[in-house]
């Protein structure tokens, strides 16, 4: 049995979250040699389990406990997670079919992850993973480390470590089915399959194989009470207010009809000057006599998706004290988003041609009718289907290496890790050839008709215009070579002073590879995507020492070179003869720089360790922040008025509009940098009974970032006034459009601070276990410097900040476990804070009846009274259930309820996503309760 020193050794090292391998062995009646461990955030192996930072460990035991069935959802049970993407997020235009990972709310970026202690590819051009290639059936744990980390691992771990463990071995095989049942819409199944071979320890080798699949229907809108409508109207302060989040690409079309002598133009609805009232789905602008068309009521808010994943993972003996490891692991993961069907956005039908002489003439007076000099219908091709996006994305990892010991004292790991991920970007469905104008002009597509009432004739010339090809290819890949030793160097009174070392060396590529009918641009609203091939070279190298110096003091301190090459771009387009040429270009100049980070320990009683360590971190923009070429970007989130005053309001709209963007890089972006602390202590009286808390402080300086649309348009555009250019109307005609340069800049500093605690609580009942625990995370302080300033600071600290993101006060999870006899029930909370909403303009009244401005005399006017409202979001809190039975031999059968009480996201004003109106999805179910049952079979 061990001896209470090594009890209460284990004991902290549990509290820690430290243990990352079998951590100890014990003979009958005498200690044995503790085995040596390696605890991410450290590359130092040794027995002292208890370490200095904190690392929280999410065993096989609490992963099955959460009822999770992917490692995305699994993210989002985690407090100290604030800031990631989501699925979801595909479904408004962006996103692509990734999920991220991101602590501290800081952003996936800043966010390593690694699967078995090694890098793999990103996403894109930066260092975010898509954690959609980690397959939820192959990992056996997962250690997070919630400090930065940058001194051991390199630059883009300044908040912290999230490292996926992949089971090493098994014993016996294991199938799992599981299907989950919401009411109406988003059910999943999930098939899982593990098998392995040899013992390592008997046999010198042993094997693990894992495949599984998984499927997630879509929910759509309609769905769902909550979103299921942009055309909103509630109750605030006792009085009656509505908000239309619709677009005034309507249908049947709005009308837009430029006069000559430079006279404002003309607009309205043709179908509301003749019924008196706007089409189904449609809301009259109560300032205006156009349609606004509730987009909304097309969406769906989760996507379907289907993902099937491969994984081997091999130990194999070289020598007694050598053993060489393989990890290859495949994922094919395919996504099919649906957005609103396609804006046109203003298109030219001409003065003479059929759609103008039935539908726009009519309703002009003769003046109208002489110095009409251009018409446009804004109309939403809702009889075209829905826009269809699939992402096709397939992903590879392998690391092949060595660990082991060299020479009786260095223990030491190498390995090679190629990794790499291709995704296809697929129109199948609502995009549609630029030359439909002359059938929408001549009125064989009827944009003025009812939806279900265009001619066969229409449909016919919809469906032959339609562009249904393969849009572009995204690939990534990376290469990169480790080595990583410690070993003890000399002995001090209070014990051994180890040393950790190692070298690392990368090659990262992004590569934006257009279809040959892409590059004919040809699409509506296309405006053409670039080609390029971005490729950077990334070295490091670091040293770190463990120094006790006391019996209950141990220093811990690493420093680390990195150089972070220039970003080369392999594709570039001549611009005087417009062929493509191969040619690199270096886009911006080598970047280097020491960081560092010393943490100690304090070991104060045998029950409470006191840690805190301070630290710096460095990373460079992404290669497309830095080198992407100019392009067309799409438009605005969200209509705007006019930002300029000079002569380029030729390229505005006298109503609200989305404005047409410009993405391009920018060369000239300076490194980041950072500092960080924290402090904290672990109690841990009795194996029953642990509480850790930990205060942490992240500073950014010179941080990237893209400037806020709404500050850039409304509140400060004479900031970004350079960014606002002319430029040709993308969907055809011969006018100039405003366009808006959406470029990062390198002005700006971000403070997070906060707390991160956890209890848990162990009770021996008579009738069983009782486990319960509770963690989370409580921020005191966000700020950031609006991009582009210096000293104009906002803060989405319990409130919808400038930056669209909302981070929550306080996070917590409560989890209890009750075991008896052959039963396992677990009972979990999960809690988000309240807070406050986007101020946004709403109107007085209802839609049908809006409350307008009167004038002195009496008489109505065209506009609505209204006014700014920022609603207060009450804090959320869902309730999930499961019961796992063990009394069938070699089988368990299971059973939940997530969202026990069927609890709707809150009502909120706010619009990040651009279509999630009314309800902020990504912070919330949208399932609503949920019935599931799996079964895991082994033999």
């Known amino acids: 049995m061990l001896n209470s020193k090594i009890s209460k050794a284990v004991r902290l090292a549990i509290a820690f979250g430290a243990v990352s391998a079998t951590a100890f062995n014990v003979a009958a009646e005498e200690q044995k040699e503790i085995e040596k461990i390696e605890i991410t955030g450290s590359s130092i192996k040794g027995t002292d389990l208890a370490g200095a930072l904190p690392v929280n460990v999410l065993s096989a035991e609490d992963i099955k406990a959460t009822g999770v069935t992917s490692v995305p959802d699994l993210i989002t049970q985690i407090p100290s997670m604030q800031g990631f993407t989501t699925p979801t997020s595909s479904v408004g235009g962006g996103g692509a079919g990734t999920a991220t990972a991101s602590l501290r709310g800081l952003g996936s970026e800043y966010t390593l992850v690694l699967l078995n202690g090694r890098r793999v590819a990103s996403q894109f051009s930066g260092s975010s993973v898509d954690i959609n290639s980690i397959p939820l059936a192959a990992v056996e744990r997962v250690e997070v480390l919630t400090d930065g980390a940058s001194a051991i691992y390199g630059s883009d771990a300044i908040a912290g470590v999230i490292n996926f463990i992949l089971k090493d071995e098994v014993d016996q095989s294991t199938l799992s089915v599981r299907t989950d049942r919401p009411r109406d819409g988003g059910e999943t199944t999930n098939v899982s399959f593990t098998t392995g071979f040899g013992d390592y320890d008997s046999d010198g080798y042993s094997l693990m194989f894992t495949v599984s699949h998984d499927t997630q229907e879509t929910l759509r809108s309609k769905d769902r009470e909550f979103a299921k409508t942009g055309l909103l109207e509630f109750a605030y302060e006792g009085q009656s207010y509505f908000s239309i989040n619709g677009s005034p690409n309507a249908i049947p079309a709005n009308v837009e009809v430029e006069l000559d002598d430079g006279d404002a133009a003309y607009f309205f609805n043709p179908y509301l000057s003749e019924h008196g009232t706007c089409a189904p789905d449609n809301a009259k602008d109560p300032s205006s006599d156009q349609c606004m068309f509730d987009f909304t009521s097309t969406l769906e808010i989760v996507p379907e998706s289907e993902r099937t994943s491969f994984m081997v993972h091999g130990n194999f003996d070289v020598t007694e004290d050598i053993k060489a490891f393989a990890t290859v692991s495949y994922t094919d993961f395919s996504m099919t988003a649906r957005i609103a069907p396609n804006p046109t956005g203003p ?84 995009h549609f050839y630029a030359n439909w104008v002359g059938d929408i002009a001549n009125g064989t597509i ?56 190692g070298v690392d060396y990368r090659v990262n590529s992004y590569e934006n590879l257009p279809s040959a009918e892409n590059a004919k641009d040809e699409r509506w609203g296309s405006g053409g995507d670039p080609i390029f ?114 002569a380029r309001t030729r390229g505005c709209s006298a109503a609200p509009v989305q404005y047409n963007l410009y993405n391009s890089g920018n060369p000239n972006l300076a490194p980041e940098t950072s500092d960080q602390w924290s402090l904290g ?225 809150p009502f909120s004003l706010g619009d990040a996503e651009g279509h999630l109106v009314g309800y902020e999805g990504r912070y919330y179910d949208q399932f609503l309760r949920t019935f599931y049952v799996s079964v895991d079979y082994s033999f």
């Open 533 to 646: 091939d971005l490729e950077r070279t990334t070295y490091g190298a670091f040293t770190e020492f463990q120094v006790p110096l006391l019996d209950d003091l141990m220093l811990s301190a690493a420093i680390r070179y990195d150089m972070i090459g220039g970003v080369d771009n392999n594709h570039f387009i001549d611009e005087n003869d417009e062929t493509e040429t191969v040619q690199q270009i270096t886009a911006n100049d080598d970047e280097s720089d020491v960081t560092y980070k010393v943490s100690l320990r304090y070991n104060a009683t045998d029950d409470l360790v006191l840690r805190g360590s301070i630290g710096t971190g460095f990373r460079s923009a992404t290669m497309l922040q830095i080198a992407q070429p100019q392009n067309y970007g799409g438009v605005t989130r969200a209509p705007y008025t006019c930002p300029v005053t000079d």
């Open 347 to 430: 298109i030219p039908i001409g003065t003479t041609g059929e759609a103008y002489k039935q539908y726009v003439e009519p309703h002009l007076t003769e003046d109208q009718k002489a110095r009409a000099t251009e018409v446009y219908a804004s109309w939403r091709a809702l009889p075209g289907g829905n826009r269809t996006s699939t992402y096709d994305t397939t992903t590879f990892n392998s690391s092949f290496g060595l660990e082991g010991v060299l020479f009786d004292t260095i223990d030491f790991s190498t390995a090679i890790a190629i990794s790499g991920a291709e995704r296809d970007e697929s129109f199948s469905d609502g």
């Open 681 to 905: 202590f672990v109690y841990a009286p009795s194996n029953e009974f642990t509480f850790e808390m930990d205060y942490w402080k992240v500073d950014i300086t010179n941080r990237v970032d893209q400037p806020s649309e709404t500050y850039a348009f409304t509140v400060n555009p004479g900031l970004y006034d350079a960014q606002f250019v002319i430029g040709d109307d993308p969907n055809g005609g011969s006018r100039e459009r405003l366009y808006f340069i959406s470029q990062p800049v390198n002005i700006g500093e971000s403070i997070n601070e906060g707390i991160d605690w956890k209890v848990n609580l162990t009770n021996d009942l008579s009738f069983g276990t009782l486990k319960t625990s509770l963690q989370g995370t409580y921020f005191v302080k966000q700020e950031y410097t609006l991009a582009g300033t210096a000293d104009e600071w906002r803060s989405s600290l319990g409130q919808y900040g400038a930056d669209e993101e909302v981070v929550f006060r306080n996070v917590i999870t409560a989890q209890t476990v009750l075991s008896t006899g052959d039963f396992t029930h677990t009972l979990r909370a999960n809690f988000r804070s309240g807070w406050k909403d986007q101020e946004t303009e709403v109107q007085f009244g209802t839609i049908d009846n809006p409350d307008y401005v009167r004038a002195d005399d009496g008489t109505l006017t065209g506009d609505v009274h209204s006014r700014d409202v920022q609603l207060e979001v009450p804090s959320h809190t869902t309730f999930n259930y499961k019961v796992d039975y063990y009394g069938f031999e070699n089988t368990v059968l299971s059973a939940g309820i997530k969202n026990i009480f069927d609890k709707e996201p």
């Open 446 to 501: 009827d944009v003025f008709a009812l939806p279900g009432e265009m001619s066969e004739a229409g449909m016919a010339a919809l469906e032959a215009s339609k562009w249904r090809h393969l849009n572009q290819t995204w690939k990534t890949s990376s290469i990169a070579w480790d080595f990583r030793a410690s070993q003890a160097l000399f002995e001090l009174p209070a014990g051994e002073v180890y040393i950790g070392y």
